[in-house]
């Protein structure tokens, strides 16, 4: 183990060697400079500040976003204001959005300081930016742009690339954006369409030199959800969205890297979510403490459900000190029904979240689900109940059981859809609580049916 | 239901007849068509196959991979094949390849046609792209390339691009790719860099114009795995990766829209995975016993390590006639073991995929695990431990639970981090088998740990 941990440290320190031997200091990505230096910190604080003196300001302010929240700190006493101030300038508005909501959380002042420092620029673009709710698309675009008039000849709109480039304010250019007069968004043409023309020529008419709706804009609105925006780039293949107001005013873009990190963020969301998980809460270097609290209060809405479906077994007991066979078959038509019902219920999440399905859908879904969970339910009932049968030899008994899985599992592929398309109805997120609803639902419909019969029956 | 379906079947119609009488067909993107396509069939046979018949070949062909078989069947009865061979001609080699093997699943034959109908270039580069693994990087790439020699001048690359252009064999285009004479890739330019240049200048010197290594190119091996290619994309923020060989030589682009769609389905297929889900079975128009039986083979599983749980609640059968409040309380130690488990298990499994962690971080990782689950443990030991003493009115009760809380919530954590690391590290898919794995370990040392403990101590 020590042997792992001395290799970690070790290559921590030679990659950062070679980023600061670098002459332009870009061995490193921001996310790797972060990786570095958390190894480093917890190992050697000695080294870590060493490090952190040594290494530029701007491969720190790059990283920053990337950071822990602790490390950012150690960052913040050591970089002078002004020095961030100017390496914060050089980053896209979102970018510096991003930069100084993560410095905030740490130290509001020094936030604000920054962001008086900033050109007025950068500050309305950035309040602009602020304004919008986190699930809109105002949120993830950025405002610094390439785009021309309509009456622009290229060579003019190629000698703006040239200004945007030299301030070094905007990265990935793929398409200019072409605006009338007013500023609304007209088309959109590739960079490699666009240069492939004689350069004196004018933006309208190579519109005009090629197939009708050929440089089409697809955009989105600065109000439209998130999921919109994802959901436009993997239907069109797009690198690059324009982002326009209610009157069609061009006002910024997303690239295709802020999709990439939303569509991964927000699958391991959902996956923690259905087990009750907060991603927040699951860094390395969070608390054990951090992650057990956010854990339990999952934990906790459980052991009230099981508590419940102990109350509901202990109507019974009568019952089950009749026919033991009672208390050591039960789990299997619980477990049973619990797995089938989340299956349904992970398969409708997922397809609610990609949008392959919406509340309209409910009762297609619902018959779906029920048929699948009825065949299989079928299934399982005669062989549980044959194996009940010959393990007890009571007839009866497999009879019982038979039918109570049958119950349960038709049961479990109802509330496997039906509880997160309700949540998503009434606009909860179906990944967060569906799971502990349908457990419950299952658990309680399992035990009742089963031991109810059984009582009924055998009794 | 009539009515939300007779809207579905009007909305379809109504994109279908804008995309046919739109000049230039492309009001709808490929997945659209196969959407509304798909609505029609279900409906209305009649009208279904009149839509099929007016739509353009080119759409149809393009809508093609994102079609369900029974579709696609129909399509390849109705267009000719010299249609559908003009039409493949003008694809990338990567969605050639796409829709011959889609083609090669219904009509065997069907696809050799086509396929010896291309150009031997277009031959060539799909049984290139056909020999690298479905997780190789390789089988991910495009090979239609814009590159350019270092001596070139920016102005042979425009002529060459629009020589590309013109032969519509490539889209999106964000880079050109500066090899040497043996074909080694050296630099990878952004458009935008190189179109601010007097064209007259070489590509070489266009790199010795800018900052040492601001174009050294990131790329990726032909044989890397498509993980580690995603991995480069977030990183850096990439629009296009390149490829190249054993030797450095570039062999094709990987861009960021087939990305998207490995990230969206390779989350889908964790989601699934993890609940015994089979993503391939689970399109709606797969049939309910499809479905079923993939979800089933799970369940049996599921169904074999129940009854095992049984057996061990069998042989306690006395301690349980005696003392019901154990059949009462053993749900609560089972479900909260489990749970406890497959939050640790969902935490590492994702952050594998994430490539956050790997096997020899396994002692870290399960120390953590084992530090979160042991806290709640404890909570949720004195929790139950109370409860059941004030419940049953048995002090003894109260301990024995507490004491199988603890071991089976310590255990949980251990085993969930334990199975996932160890299925990855033998190179088994961990989402798979591992909450099958685990809810077998937390069922048997819950109920064992739960009933022995009470066997000993209370009679």
């Not at 939303?262 to 991603?279: H, K, M, P, R, W």
């Amino acid at each position: 183990m020590n042997e792992i941990l001395n290799d970690e440290i070790k290559r921590a320190k030679e990659l950062l060697n070679n980023h600061i031997n670098d002459k332009n200091n870009d061995e490193l990505s921001g996310v790797d400079v972060a990786d570095c230096l958390r190894v480093l910190k917890k190992n050697n604080e000695e080294e870590y500040f060493s490090y952190l003196s040594r290494l530029d300001v701007q491969s720190l302010v790059y990283s920053a976003t990337d950071m822990p929240e602790h490390i950012l700190k150690d960052l913040l006493t050591i970089i002078p204001n002004d020095k961030l101030v100017n390496v914060t300038k050089e980053l896209e508005s979102d970018e510096q959005l991003e930069l100084l909501e993560h410095i905030q959380e740490i130290d509001e002042d020094k936030a604000k300081i920054i962001f008086d420092e900033l050109d007025d620029n950068d500050k309305k673009d950035i309040l602009k930016l602020s304004n919008y709710d986190d699930d809109e698309a105002g949120a993830y675009m950025q405002i610094e742009l390439f785009k021309a008039n309509l009456n622009d000849s290229i060579h003019q709109s190629i000698q703006n690339l040239k200004l945007l480039k030299e301030s070094d304010e905007i990265e990935h250019i793929f398409k200019l954006f072409a605006v009338d007069e007013k500023g609304v968004l007209k088309y959109a043409i590739p960079l490699s369409d666009l240069v492939i023309n004689d350069f004196s020529l004018k933006i309208k008419d190579v519109v005009k030199k090629n197939k009708e709706d050929k440089f089409k804009a697809i955009f989105a609105h600065d109000n439209d959800p998130i999921e919109d925006v994802v959901a436009k780039f993997h239907e069109f293949d797009l690198s690059v969205l324009p982002i326009v107001d209610s009157k069609g005013v061009l006002v910024g873009r997303i690239t295709t890297d802020d999709i990439h990190e939303f569509i991964q963020e927000s699958a391991t969301e959902q996956i923690y979510n259905l087990v009750g998980v907060d991603d927040d809460a699951e860094y390395e270097d969070e608390s054990i403490i951090k992650a057990s609290k956010s854990r339990a209060f999952w934990l906790l809405i459980n052991l009230f459900t099981a508590f419940l479906s102990s109350a509901i077994i202990g109507i019974f007991d009568q019952t089950i000190q009749t026919y033991v066979a009672l208390a050591i078959l039960m789990p299997i038509v619980a477990s049973m029904g619990g797995n089938t019902g989340t299956q349904a219920l992970t398969v409708t999440v997922r397809r609610l979240a990609l949008g392959e399905i919406e509340f309209g859908d409910a009762k297609k879904v619902i018959k779906r689900e029920i048929g699948i969970s009825l065949v299989n339910g079928l299934f399982f009932a005669l062989i549980v109940g044959i194996v009940s049968f010959i393990w007890f030899k009571t007839p009866l008994l497999g009879i019982v059981i038979a039918m109570a899985m049958l119950i349960n599992l038709g049961f479990s592929g109802l509330f496997g859809t039906f509880i997160p398309l309700t949540l998503k109805k009434f606009n909860i997120d179906p990944a967060v609580g569906s799971s502990v609803l349908l457990t419950t639902a299952t658990d309680i419909i399992g035990f009742f049916s089963f031991l109810g019969l059984a009582t009924w029956i055998l009794l």
